[in-house]
């Protein structure tokens, strides 16, 4: 897929979100305001319905002295029953008004036809009552009714005219849902563009940085908000990348050089033997050239491969337990036969019997390197001091001389691969900058480290520290 398609079904996502959520949104808050609605209308209806039955209790409290202990009254006054008919005259025409007695007969009826039976059943509180009636053919009514013993007055309204008011709310709703619809679609989509735009144009500047453009960046945002940070997350995985290329660039060079040196003087010398008639002795010395050369050559590829393998993780590292006095007595003996040759003297300073898990292989190629290394670079004359220390939680394999030092800007760097300082280039040409990578490497992958303290020209201290038990 490509990014603008990519851009494009994301662009559709959120305005689809948009929508979706804007229409939720609408759609509860005009339920609300139905429901709100409703029941304002409702209450204030009742409200007036009672309002009314008052008013027609006060109007007929006039005749009570005609009705009192009467129940035999048959009709209202004439003026009552036109005052009545006026007042609810002059407001719309659904008002239905019913004055009984208490004992159920009919004094005065008004309004339109209405079969039910809207006067209260039972009781005989003096109380006001509102409710709702069924009327067949004419929908609901609210009533209201008053006891004002010995009347019962009843006033009614029919609740279409309330109804209507809803009905028109709904309307407005339906009609202003596929608005909201329409432009909620058509801004959520130009919205989503324009937040898309400068992804956009990050992917299409993205794609030319190629293998060969490394260099290049992403030029950052003025603002600092997530574009800008994302910007700069890729900015740095670019650098971070660049950095690698250079590296195995730098990687290849130098294994390149560090082959081609001993072939060069190999071929050079073989040539020499051969224009010059090779002699039974020069045949002697070519052969002893051609064996140490190519020894070094199959360490530095012995190493290059270990150090790849170990990158891969394809390398095992066992967990035995090794007894690092044992070990380390071993070293000592080593040290001492390739010190004698030098003229270096090897002490065994400490050796506190300890026993780590690891791979003694390992560990002993380790301690060979940096023996190796102290009696390559000092001088005749020169000492060795061995010590194994154990602490609470580790153990401290030291190897110190009093070489020639590592001046201390080179103290960072004499671990990367082929890494030599120039006093040991032109000390020893037999190196390769590759054993203390390979040493680090064992350290680490023993869950310790490897630390060097260094005066040049006084010597060197390197030490290994192990976990006592180390991490799984
Ligand atoms: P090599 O010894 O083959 O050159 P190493 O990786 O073992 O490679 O060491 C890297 C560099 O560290 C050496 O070239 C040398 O400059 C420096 N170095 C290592 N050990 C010592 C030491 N004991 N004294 C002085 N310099 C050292």
């Known amino acids: 897929m490509s990014p603008m398609n990519g851009a494009r079904s994301v662009r559709a996502i959120l305005t689809f979100w948009y929508t979706a959520v804007l229409v939720v949104a609408f759609a509860v808050f005009a339920g609300a305001v139905y429901l709100y609605l409703e029941r304002v209308l409702l209450a204030s209806l009742d409200q007036n319905l009672l309002e009314e039955t008052d008013w027609i209790g006060r109007l007929v409290e006039v005749d009570r002295t005609r009705f009192a202990g009467n129940a035999s009254v048959e009709k209202l006054s004439e003026d009552i029953e036109r005052r009545i008919m006026d007042h609810f005259a002059r407001g719309p025409r659904n008002y239905v008004v019913i004055l009984t007695t208490t004992g159920g007969k009919l004094l005065y009826r008004s309004g339109g ?29 609210r009533v209201a009714s008053r006891r004002a013993p010995p009347l019962v007055i009843t006033v009614g309204y029919d609740v279409r005219a309330t109804s209507s008011v809803l009905e028109h709310f709904l309307t407005v709703v339906g009609i202003l849902l596929p608005a909201a619809l329409f432009m909620s679609l058509a801004g959520g989509y130009f919205m ?60 290849s060079l130098s294994v390149a050089h560090e082959l081609r040196t001993p072939l060069t003087i190999l071929k050079g010398e073989a040539e020499l033997a051969l224009a010059r008639g090779a002699s039974a002795d020069d045949a002697q010395r070519l052969a002893v050239l051609t064996l140490e050369e190519t020894a070094r050559m199959a360490r530095i590829v012995d190493d290059l491969l270990t150090l790849a393998r170990a990158d891969a993780g394809q390398i095992i590292i066992e967990r035995a337990p090794v007894a690092l006095h044992g070990l380390l007595a071993e070293v000592h003996e080593d040290a001492t036969i390739l010190a004698g040759d030098h003229q270096l003297t090897v002490e065994l300073v400490r050796n506190d019997p300890v026993t780590v898990k690891g791979d003694r292989g390992r560990l002993r190629q380790l301690l060979r390197v940096l023996v190796a290394n102290a009696v390559q670079y000092t001088d005749p004359g020169g000492m060795l001091r061995l010590s194994c220390t154990a602490g609470a939680s580790d153990v401290a394999l030291a190897v110190e001389d009093t070489g020639i030092g590592i001046p201390s800007d080179s103290l960072e760097r004499i671990f990367e691969r082929f890494y030599r300082t120039d006093q040991a280039r032109e000390r020893a040409r037999g190196g390769s900058g590759l054993g203390l990578t390979v040493a680090r490497w064992i350290a680490e992958a023993h869950g310790g480290r490897i630390s060097v303290t260094s005066t040049p020209g006084a010597g060197s201290r390197f030490t290994v520290h192990l976990p006592r038990t180390p991490a799984a």
Request: aromatic letters at 2%; hydrophobic letters at 45%; proline letters at 7%.
């Open 113 to 141: 036809p209405t079969a039910a039976d809207l006067a209260p059943g039972g009781g005989s509180a003096d109380t006001s009552l509102v409710r709702s009636v069924e009327e067949p053919g004419r929908g609901a009514l």
């Open 192 to 251: 989503a563009g324009v937040a898309l735009r400068p992804v956009h144009r990050i992917a299409q500047m993205a794609e030319r940085i190629t293998a060969d453009r490394l260099d290049l960046r992403i030029p950052a945002r003025p603002v600092n908000d997530e574009l800008g940070m994302l910007i700069r997350t890729i900015n740095t995985m670019i650098g971070r990348l660049e950095a690698s290329f250079l590296q195995i660039r730098e990687f």
